[in-house]
């Protein structure tokens, strides 16, 4: 086993001395080594596997079932707040918006916040099917099953198809033309490196003129730092009716 492997770094003399092993047909042999892969392993390449256990545990946290702030109702939201969360909810066809019934509890905040967004997404500078390619790849890159929820319905309003769906979690380099390909590049390294390459921000401003180009990080930033806050706040996916 990993945790016995590395807990004993001496190596395999070390780990069965004093132990038994399991011979032909079941007997039990006592003080003979056992061969092992794990048990061959140097104590560095075994510290490196204990660390890269702890990194997928850190990452992959499974499931958030408890949120940290619950959705709200009238009195923690405020009537503006509760009216716009109720109507988003029956216009998406689901019991409860979350994101709006929790984010929503942030008063005058969220007004703000809802401003902001709207100024890019639905109602920005890039076309629609672009602003749809975004959303849909930073939520892919950043595991958030929330927005991808939502933006598979939104992105087929705005022309995207299934298959182009599938494409866009592909990445740049799913079969796309310069322009697709340029967007989802920059997306990428935007998200994963938080800038923009010299070469990738070249073929991004063949398609973007200076305006497009400060909305489209505008948005990347947007959906990036919106996804954070889902998953901190364990904001639940919603049930549709």
């Not at 979350?98 to 500078?125: E, Q, V």
């Not at 629609?128 to 890159?141: F, G, P, S």
């Not at 598979?152 to 299934?162: C, E, P, V």
């Not at 990445?171 to 990738?200: C, F, M, N, Q, Y």
């Amino acid at each position: 086993d990993l945790v016995g492997a590395a807990a004993h770094p001496a190596g395999p003399d070390a780990r069965s001395r004093g132990r038994g092993d399991l011979g032909v047909g079941g007997h039990f042999r006592l003080g003979e080594p056992r061969s092992s892969p794990i048990a061959a392993l140097s104590s560095s390449t075994l510290v490196n596997v204990r660390v890269l256990f702890v990194i997928v545990a850190v990452v992959y946290r499974g499931p958030m079932s408890t949120p940290r702030v619950a959705p709200g109702g009238l009195r923690e939201l405020g009537p503006f707040n509760f009216v716009f969360a109720r109507g988003a909810a029956r216009v998406i066809g689901v019991e409860d918006a979350h994101i709006f019934s929790t984010l929503g509890r942030a008063k005058g905040l969220f007004r703000g916040w809802l401003h902001f967004s709207g100024r890019m997404m639905p109602f920005g500078s890039l076309p629609r099917k672009d602003t749809e390619m975004v959303i849909i790849r930073v939520a892919h890159l950043r595991g958030c099953e929330y927005e991808l929820d939502h933006h598979r319905r939104l992105g087929r309003r705005a022309g995207i198809t299934d298959a182009e769906f599938d494409r866009i979690l592909e990445g740049p380099d799913g079969g796309w033309g310069d322009r697709e390909r340029a967007i989802l590049r920059a997306v990428d390294e935007l998200v994963t490196g938080k800038d923009v390459s010299d070469i990738a921000w070249a073929a991004l401003s063949r398609h973007l003129d200076a305006r497009r180009l400060i909305e489209f990080t505008l948005l990347v930033g947007q959906y990036d730092s919106l996804a954070t806050t889902i998953h901190t706040l364990r904001i639940q996916r919603d049930r549709h009716v």
